[in-house]
């Protein structure tokens, strides 16, 4: 033991860390397992996974571990989504956490919040250094299903890639985790409950109030629902049962008045569907839109409402559709830009827009226009807490008020540092009720004049993403491979002119980003393919990229855009048609994925 001490305390950085010392802490010895590496958005994994010996525990300690590492933490937020294995995965937290010694651990009552919910809350909190969040987002929930952990730093947003970069080399050399078996906590207790757990307090706080009040802050909440209130206007919701539900049931349902409220109320298995806000995954809210399932509208059925959302699983997601239209998210971005001032929170100016670059450059557009600068970031909201905290944290320009969004259904600002799912809902009926300002009596102005004013105004950057999910990781990583090849082959590919002579291919690049703020370097985000539309010199791209989110095989997603300035009219899967097969046949995607058709359409 003499001997071996010494040789643990190099192989296990947190010995050398402030370790607790309480007799009733144990040290319990456990092996490092591999493959825990974080993605876009956290660990995600199978439930089971999950939920085999010792897995949450190594990995929790190597978060704990490499948060230690910065600052001991203090206080400690920890919360979830509510699906399958949320409560347990709390409680065996909480023992971990009492473990570690961490002197304060929050947990709201029921365990559920919402993953803006949560942003918002740890910003309000002085001391607290971070949260712990059980989320797998969109992805199902249930004992086969999903089950995910995140970390969010003091300021609210996810941890950037250094942290979880540390989580993972942490995993792959751990030799236990620090514990403290102790009563269960009552999750249903009432709000200040505080339980005293060796060296720990767990208090149980709202989850609602802070959230609430943030919105209160960014909106005009009298006028919101004084135009909820008229008979003329009605609103569908679609909580999908997830965390962003019982939100929304307050939010939306008690104080704005909303009556159309559709699976509000949480459910651990998403009451067994995709919860996922998109065409294909809210088809019920999509149908009673008047839409088909290609999103464009229904000849056959006049919806009865003048505006339809969803959020996700744990809402920070949204999906916004009007009476017999689909606003595509990077639209919905472009929209909220063009006409922000009517939102309390931007009445002084926008400082700042920034997208993902999968997204459509409708926002960018908008953004030339109003003198505003515009970002374009990798995939994954981390990216924008930079721009959003610029001044803060880096002594440089202040951005804010900031817009932000993804193509990937996000939407939000800098009032927190997530996307979030009922901001983007009540940023709409903030532009519906601006719109209808003064129109007491006559026909109400519809999200699809707003959409198609703005495509007169700006053109139309028609959008599609094809999802091929559950590929073979070998196959997906060649396909990028071989485009990574055609690299600087202008010339050659400058002469490709495909789809019966229209699209002609012009250049392939690969998207790296140093962040304008801290000077860190993103490598490998995503492969552009630019083309030029043959007859009107209009440009139209495909962007290939992996998904970071799922938690098996490759998600191989293929994005489409193209821009027309006077013909706005028409479906945009229609339209993108042969640039999808452009892209396909210059990719290889067929032969190398076995794959026809796309798994999802959106
Ligand atoms: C999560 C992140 C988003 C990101 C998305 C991308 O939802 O919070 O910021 O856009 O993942 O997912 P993907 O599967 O395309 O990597
Ligand atoms: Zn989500």
């Not at 699209?503 to 998207?511: A, K, L």
Request: proline fraction near 5%; charged fraction near 25%; glycine fraction near 12%.
């Amino acid at each position: 033991v003499i001997l071996l001490f010494p040789l643990l305390l190099l192989f296990t950085p947190s010995l050398s860390l402030s370790l607790p010392t309480s007799k009733s802490s144990v040290f319990v010895p456990s092996t490092p397992i591999p493959g825990m590496k974080p993605g876009t958005s956290g660990l995600r994994k199978k439930t089971k996974q999950w939920m085999s010996k010792n897995y949450l525990s190594n990995f929790i300690q190597s978060l704990l571990d490499t948060a230690n590492k910065s600052s001991p933490p203090h206080e400690i937020l920890v919360a979830g989504d509510g699906r399958y294995y949320n409560t347990l995965a709390i409680q065996e937290i909480i023992k971990l956490c009492v473990g570690n010694k961490i002197p304060h651990i929050l947990i709201p009552r029921t365990g559920i919040m919402s993953t803006p919910a949560v942003s918002s809350l740890i910003r309000s909190l002085p001391n607290c250094c971070g949260g712990i969040v059980l989320t797998a987002s969109h992805n199902p929930g249930g004992i086969e299903e999903d089950f995910g952990i995140k970390y969010n730093e003091g300021r609210g947003q996810p941890a950037d890639e250094s942290f979880t970069d540390e989580v993972y080399e942490r995993t792959k050399v751990i030799q236990g985790f620090w514990r403290e078996e102790g009563e269960d906590i009552d999750l249903n207790a009432e709000a200040g409950t505080k339980t005293v757990l060796g060296s720990t307090t767990v208090t149980i706080i709202d989850p609602f109030e802070t959230y609430i009040s943030t919105l209160r802050t960014s909106f005009d909440f009298p006028l919101l629902s004084s135009f909820i209130s008229d008979p003329r206007v009605s609103i569908l919701f679609d909580g999908m049962h997830g965390a962003g539900g019982p939100f929304a049931s307050k939010i939306l349902g008690d104080i704005l008045g909303v009556e159309g409220l559709m699976r509000c109320e949480s459910k651990e298995d998403f009451g067994g569907i995709h919860p996922d806000p998109n065409l294909s995954y809210a088809s019920d809210l999509v149908e009673r839109m008047g839409l088909l399932p290609d999103g464009t509208a229904n000849p056959d059925f006049t919806s009865e409402f003048t505006l339809g959302a969803a959020n996700d699983g744990d809402g920070d997601r949204n999906m916004i559709c009007g009476k017999g239209i689909f606003v595509t998210p990077s639209d919905s971005l472009a929209i909220i830009a063009d006409r922000c001032e009517c939102i309390p929170q931007f009445k002084g100016g926008l400082k700042g827009v920034a997208r993902s670059m999968p997204s459509s450059g409708a926002v960018d557009v908008v953004a030339e226009r109003k003198g505003v600068e515009c970002f374009v970031t990798p995939t994954g909201w981390k990216f924008f807490g930079n721009l959003m905290d610029s001044k803060e944290a880096f002594g440089k320009k202040s951005y804010s008020p900031f817009l932000c969004g993804e193509e990937s259904f996000g939407t939000g600002s800098d009032h927190i540092r997530e996307k979030d799912g009922l901001w983007a809902v009540l940023s709409w009926i903030s532009i519906l009720a601006d719109a209808n300002k003064g129109n007491e009596e006559g026909s109400l102005v519809q999200v699809k004049d707003i959409v198609e004013e703005h495509w007169k105004k700006y053109g139309r950057h028609f959008y599609c993403r094809y999802d091929y999910e559950g590929c073979d990781s070998g196959a997906a990583d060649t396909l990028m491979d071989g485009l990574r090849e055609l690299v600087g082959g202008g010339g050659k590919a400058a002469a490709d002119v495909g789809g019966g002579g229209e699209i002609v291919f012009e250049s392939v690049e690969e998207f790296e980003y140093t962040d304008p703020v801290d000077g860190s370097f993103s490598g490998k985000q995503g492969m552009v393919l630019n083309f030029k539309m043959k007859s009107t010199g209009d440009k139209a791209r495909a962007v290939f990229r992996l998904s970071g989110t799922g938690s098996s095989g490759a998600t191989v997603r293929l994005y489409l855009e193209q821009y027309d300035g006077k013909n706005f009219q028409g479906s945009a899967p229609e339209k993108l048609k042969l640039l999808g097969e452009e892209a396909i046949r210059i990719s290889k995607l067929q032969e190398l994925t076995g794959r026809e058709q796309p798994t999802v359409i959106t």
